[in-house]
């Protein structure tokens, strides 16, 4: 992509670790275009042509994600904060498709690389599926 001075726009390796610093942060693209002195589509655009761009975009989201869990996690597993049910609400909704009263079609778990899918019962097969694990037992 071209800009008036017909120069193509690229972000250089200062750009990227800003672009990576700010998705940690939890800034939008906008800013993040804003703040290279870009345009949004530009940003765009130059994601689409640099690979680098786009991975430290998502490296960047990917770290901020995991704080936030980490953060969750240990407001869950403590009794003594007041919050600590409600966050581990949100992280089954958020990370486990958890809908409060629903029971999950499925689970997905990742294990070595390999993504594995377990179908659950609906919870009018729960009795049939109950008592043919007791059989099995």
Do not use: W
Request: overall charge positive.
């Amino acid at each position: 992509m071209r800009n008036e001075g017909g120069h193509t726009r690229r972000v250089g390796a200062r750009g990227v670790s800003v672009v990576e610093d700010m998705a940690r942060n939890g800034c939008s693209e906008t800013s993040i275009a804003k703040k290279l002195r870009v345009a949004t589509s530009t940003f765009r655009e130059i994601k689409r042509r640099q690979p680098e761009v786009l991975e430290a975009l998502e490296r960047g989201y990917s770290a901020m994600e995991d704080e936030l869990v980490d953060l969750l996690m240990r407001r869950a597993r403590d009794p003594s904060h007041k919050g600590g049910v409600t966050a581990a609400i949100f992280l089954l909704k958020a990370r486990r498709g958890y809908e409060g009263t629903k029971t999950p079609a499925h689970i997905t778990i990742n294990n070595d690389n390999r993504q594995q899918t377990m179908l659950l019962p609906s919870a009018d097969e729960m009795d049939v599926y109950l008592s043919r694990a007791r059989e099995m037992a």
